[in-house]
């Protein structure tokens, strides 16, 4: 099988070029494709002539999306439309990650696939947005969400907490805000069964288990044998541009009726403090 993968430099991306054996595989970054330039997009997606194309290249950075609006959907929502334009021209099929910040948080059991979207930030809505213009222009397209992604590749919650825990004797971390840590490396694996398995229609992949930043960082500093205290605090002393949902553990349902399981959050955080040390 032929793949392309754009934002293959990314956290995700990164893990993605590493798991995904067998196959042939081409990875592009910004300067290879800048998502935004349809043309560009175009010839490079008849170049890598793809069976799949996964399209993890995104604006990721949610509270600079609320000052970037107008780059947030340049990128996000029509340059995923112009990939999903080209996949479609080439007969392609196309896995796009999407994320749990579609939804706006106010249910207190899991999301499932087919609740309502409502975004309640600006990266939220070029997510939300892309899915529906990707639905409507490619209906098999697979639309994976995620959330609180972390790995070894590039900026996440853990290195930061890591960082901040050698040189401070206690942090404060928000603890009304649930959701559901997910490892690159883990996410990684699950879309390679999901291009394999041929699979269509939104799917929530995400480690199994949830809980707060808060509960994840005392996590963080046990499992790394740190000293540091970690101080339960609320979103409102913690106030960012980009207001984050309450609540948004994402349902393993979609996932496991294709038949792929992930492994609980603290053994991916278990096996993440390992790969950052070896
Ligand atoms: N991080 C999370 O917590 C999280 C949660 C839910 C969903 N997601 C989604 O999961 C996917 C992967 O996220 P990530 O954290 O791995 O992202 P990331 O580390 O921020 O990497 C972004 C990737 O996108 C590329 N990119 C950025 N702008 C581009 C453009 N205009 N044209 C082409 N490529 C561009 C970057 O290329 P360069 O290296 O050249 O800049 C990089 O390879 C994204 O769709 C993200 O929205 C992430």
New binding site residues.
Partial sequence: MRVTI????????KELMRAWTGDSVTG????D????DAERVQEAVLDTRPEWIV???????VDGCESNQELAFA??RD?AINVATAAKAAGARLL??????VFDGRKTSPYETGDKRNPQSV?GRT?AEAEIKLLELMPECCIA??????GT????FPDSILKLAGSRPALDVVNDQRGCP?Y?VDLARAIVQLCRKNAEGIVHVNNTGDCTWFEFARAIVTSAGLATTIRPVNSQQFARPAPRPAYSVLSPASLRSLGIEMPPWPDALGRYLEQRHS
Avoid: E, H, M, Q
């Fill in positions: 754009f934002g293959a430099t990314g956290l995700l991306g592009l970054n910004s300067r494709a800048d998502i935004r399209l993890a290249a995104a604006y990721t950075d990128v996000n340059g796009f990650l999407s994320s749990d910040y990266y997510k969400r995620t959330s609180w992604l972390f590749g590039g900026k996440c997910t690159a």
